[in-house]
């Protein structure tokens, strides 16, 4: 089993940052993909920004160029540092991993932290 636990959500005004961290632990066969998606409730929940094993990253054209997601394999955590944070940007963030087992993919979440961005 294995548990995710997001921390650094809170309330900023615009054109602040954030920083919201996960931290993964159980047993699992290996971490591919770490990702941050978030969500607005009654809204589809979105895939904010992605790393892989190899460190290569995606974002979200709403984000790119102003969140910046970062892992360290070794502790096993990973991190979405947000910058220049719009109203727009409000939402549950939720930590996803995928755990893959040869040709098995595993995907698990946290519980969700809370960002608000207003004035």
């Known amino acids: 089993q294995v548990h995710l636990v997001e921390s650094g959500g809170g309330s900023v005004q615009p054109g602040g940052s954030l920083r919201l961290s996960c931290a993964v632990s159980?047993?699992?066969?290996?971490?591919?993909?770490m990702a941050w998606d978030r969500q607005v409730p009654g809204n589809k929940r979105e895939v904010v920004a992605s790393?892989?094993?190899?460190?290569?990253?995606k974002y979200a054209d709403s984000v790119n160029g102003r969140f910046f997601i970062s892992r360290d394999n070794a502790k096993n955590t990973v991190s979405l540092q947000m910058n220049n944070l719009k109203p727009e940007d409000t939402a549950d963030y939720y930590c996803?991993?995928?755990?893959?087992?040869?040709?098995?993919?595993?995907?698990?979440w946290g519980q969700g932290t809370q960002v608000t961005v207003s004035w």
């Open positions: 159980g047993s699992f066969f290996g971490i591919e993909v």
């Open positions: 996803n991993v995928q755990d893959v087992d040869g040709s098995s993919v595993y995907d698990y």
């Open positions: 790393i892989d094993s190899a460190g290569s990253t």
